[in-house]
Nanobody
Framework: VQLQASGGGLVQAGDSLRLSCAASGRGSSRNVMGWFRQAPGKTRDFVAAITWNGGSTYYADSVRGRFTISRDNAKNTLYLQMNSLKPEDTAVYYC?????????????????WGQGTQVTVSS
C-alpha cells in the first residue's frame, strides 16, 4: 500500500484545513486508516482513525469535536477535516494504514505510512 498525504499549510488560529491521503495498492480499501501527528522534539501521536467501511471513527481527546476523519473507498482517499485550529495543532501530519479490522491508537501498529504534510497554525 502506498500513501500520499496532501493539504497542509500555514493558517491562523480558528481557521480550517482539509488533509487528504491518496491510497494505492492491492487491498488498500480494506485497511483501518489513521492520522497521526508529530511536532518537533515530540513523539508521533494519534489523532484519528477510521474502520475500513467508515462505520466507526476514533479521536484523540485533544481534537474531538474539531476534527472529522472520513474516507471514500471508491476514490481510495482518506480525509481529515480540521476546524477551529489552534497553535498547538502545529505538526507534521501523517496518514497511515493498518491491515486489520481493529483500530489501534499506537503508531507502531500501522504498517504503511505517507510522507507527511506540514500544518502550521499561527496565533
Amino acid at each position: 500500500v502506498q500513501l500520499q498525504a496532501s493539504g497542509g499549510g500555514l493558517v491562523q488560529a480558528g481557521d480550517s484545513l482539509r488533509l487528504s491521503c491518496a491510497a494505492s495498492g492491492r487491498g488498500s480499501s480494506r485497511n483501518v486508516m489513521g492520522w497521526f501527528r508529530q511536532a518537533p522534539g515530540k513523539t508521533r501521536d494519534f489523532v484519528a482513525a477510521i474502520t475500513w467501511n467508515g462505520g466507526s471513527t476514533y479521536y484523540a481527546d485533544s481534537v474531538r469535536g474539531r476534527f472529522t476523519i472520513s474516507r471514500d473507498n471508491a476514490k481510495n482517499t482518506l480525509y481529515l477535516q480540521m476546524n477551529s485550529l489552534k497553535p498547538e495543532d502545529t505538526a507534521v501530519y501523517y496518514c497511515a494504514a493498518r491491515p486489520a479490522t481493529v483500530v489501534s491508537y499506537s503508531h507502531r501498529q500501522y504498517s504503511f505510512w505517507g510522507q507527511g504534510t506540514q500544518v502550521t497554525v499561527s496565533s
